[in-house]
């Protein structure tokens, strides 16, 4: 099964930065939808970006224009640049691939924390 690893949360200010990363194995990117999803406490896990091989990307409309969902394909890794933090942002942020075809089977990372909170 693929294997993600999940980097780069914190604590930061409102309006404040984060990147962060997930290094995937195992996985053949074209046969994936790579995503990234939250969840606060209390709440569902909701998708917050995904991207294809062919770099097509979607992005939940809280965090458009604020949030950049990226891909390293020689490193296999996946990114997702949050900038103007928000309180609202607040959660457990986790790495997705989702495989494309069959029975759409997914693996997740393990979760990064990420405060906002001045």
């Known amino acids: 099964q693929v294997q993600l690893v999940e980097s780069g949360g914190g604590l930061v200010q409102p309006g404040g930065s984060l990147r962060l990363s997930c290094a995937a194995s195992r996985m053949i990117f074209s046969f994936y939808v790579l995503g990234w999803y939250r969840q606060a406490p209390g709440k569902q896990r909701e998708l917050v970006a995904d991207?294809?091989?062919?770099?097509?990307?979607n992005y939940a409309d809280s965090v458009k224009d604020r949030f950049t969902i990226s891909s390293d394909t020689a490193k296999n890794t996946v990114y997702l640049q949050m900038n103007s933090l928000k309180p609202e942002d607040t959660a457990v942020y986790y790495c997705?691939?989702?495989?494309?075809?069959?029975?759409?089977?997914?693996?997740w990372g393990q979760g990064t924390q990420v405060t906002v909170s001045s």
């Open positions: 991207i294809t091989s062919s770099l097509t990307t």
């Open positions: 997705n691939a989702r495989l494309r075809i069959g029975n759409g089977n997914s693996s």
